[in-house]
């Protein structure tokens, strides 16, 4: 029986157009940290989760590789959804808010996952387990070192399981034509982190490590490496004036994807000067907005907004041949220029 980390031919045909229609829904885009990735083991991606469908999209496009990912198991109780999610490679994972009873369900996905290590194909599950477009970390779930955990009793023999933290920085988290920078961190070794940990917690307590005490251990240690890899802010009551503060004195690596190169003055009149070609070029891209713009009405959640964007252009421009992608950019530019005046 086919698994779901195998090579399929519908998903190697579609592969090249998700990634590259994701790149070109960016101005600018940027991978950093690529030579962090493993090459003697297996390993499990671990993003930050702030902008819904979209951050699964950026790490599938870090490399070419094939990835299998997990979803909230709700979205797969309608069939033709189920079966396409299974064609794009993503797996059900139940939350604690689905129930204890749905939660058991969660053995079985959690061996598919670690078989899909067994394969040496990479897993990716977005630990927070929930999205929130804000620059801070909800605590980390535990499935993430279970797997782990479990993969590593299973291969350690063979070869070494890696968690990979990645930081997703978005430009904007509501509109797509920003920047993204994805920031590949220092991996952990779960095969060496287990014996280093348990030794040391032996000598220091005089006992054996208990599986959650290795699980908060790993959770800690992960959870610093992400917050390395984001602009992150502590999510308290002086959150937004933090961000404030945190915008100002921006590392060179993030205040790099949003540097200005026009002034407002002359921003505002290039855009003065090019607002008959930007209506011209809302006519045929038409089709791609309305329909935008009803379904992000009907999505409560704006989170979702740029995913739906993204969705809506992947249809629509390659069934245009791509002749309307070129107004669609200028349009995209524009407005994006529009948002800049402060």
Known sequence: MPQIQDKDRIYSFFRPLVDGMFRLSYRRYKVVGKEYLPKDGAYIYAPNHSNALCDALAVLGIDHQRKVFVARADI????????????LKIMPIRRMRDGIDEVRHNDDTMQRAVDTLGAGVPFCIL?????????????????IFRIALQANEQYRDKFPIYIVPVGLEYGDYFHLWDSLLIQIGDPINVTQFVVDAKREWVK???????????????????????????????DDDNYEQNWEQMKANRPDLFADMDKPVLT????????????????????????????????????????FHNSVQYLIQFILIPLSLFMVYPFWAFVQEYLYQLRKIN
């Not at 630990?127 to 499935?143: A, D, Q, V, W």
């Open 76 to 87: 797969f109780h309608n069939p033709k959804v189920a079966w396409l999610l299974n064609g």
């Open 127 to 143: 630990p927070e387990g929930t999205h929130r477009p804000k620059h801070s970390l909800l605590p980390l779930n535990k499935g």
């Open 204 to 234: 220091q307590h005089g006992e054996e490590m208990t599986e959650p005490q290795l699980i908060l251990a790993l959770r800690e240690e992960l959870t610093k490496r992400m917050q390395s890899l984001i602009l992150y802010v502590p």
């Open 264 to 303: 407002d003055k002359t921003r505002i009149v290039l855009l003065i000067a090019l607002l008959p070609l930007f209506l011209l070029s809302l006519i045929p891209t038409a089709p791609l907005w309305i329909l935008t713009l009803i379904i992000r009405h009907k999505i409560k959640d704006p989170a």
